[in-house]
C-alpha cells in the first residue's frame, strides 16, 4: 500500500476505523451497512453512511451523504466551480465497501484525489470489480483517481454478514444481495429519480447529475452510460448470497 499522502500505513487503517464507525451506525439504524470518511489535509472533514431506507432514496449512499455535507459548506461559502474542483482534489475518501458505479462515476466527475476502500462489491463496483472509472471516464469529462482496496476488508464483510444474517427489515435471508438491492431501488422509485421503470422485467433506471451518468440494473446485466454514451455493458460475476 502507498502512502495515503498525509501519512503512512497506520492512518489508512485509522481513517477507516472511523468509515467502519459509519457502517455501524447504519447498521444499528437498520440501513445497509456502508460507511465513509473524507479527509482533507490528513483531517476528517465530512463522513456519512448509508441511508437509502431511511431517506426512501436510493441513490443516498455513503459517499454521497459524505459529499453533499461538503458540496452544502462551500456553497455557503461562495466557493467558484474551480474552487470546489480544488478542493476535492485534495480529498481521501476512505469507505467501507468498494464504491458502486454510481459513486465511482461521481467521484471521478468531482475530482476526488484518491480512495481507499474494504471489500470488494461483486454486483455493482465501479472501481475494478465491474467496471473501473477510476481509470476510464476521462473522455466524459472527470478525473482519473488512484484506488486502493482491500483495506479492513474482513471488518466490512463481517457487518454486511451479520447484517444479512440477521435478516434485514425489508428482504429474506436467501435472497441474494443483488435482489435486495433491487427490492430497494423499486420500493424507493420515484419520477425525479427513475427515468423508467418495469417491474416485470425487474429493470431500474436510475438517473443521477442531470443525466450525466445513468446506470441501468438488469438481473443479469448492468450498463452504464456517461454523457449518453454508452460505455460499458457487462455481466457481473456469479450471484452473491
Ligand atoms: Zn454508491
Redesign the pocket.
Known sequence: MDSCGDGDNLDVVAFMKLALEQAKIAFDGLEVPVGCVIVMDGKVISCGRNRTNKTRNATR?A??EAIDVLLNQWKKLKLSKAEVSEMFSKCYLYVTCE??I??AAALSFLGIKEVYYGCANDK?GGCGSILSLHTSCEEAGGKSYKCTGGIMAEEAVSLFRNFYELGNPNGTNSESWSQYEFRILLRNLTDSQFNSYDANRRLGFCSFMKGLVTASCLPTTTTITIAGLQKASVVPAGSRG
Open positions: 449512499h459517499e454521497m464504491p458502486c454510481m459513486c455493482f
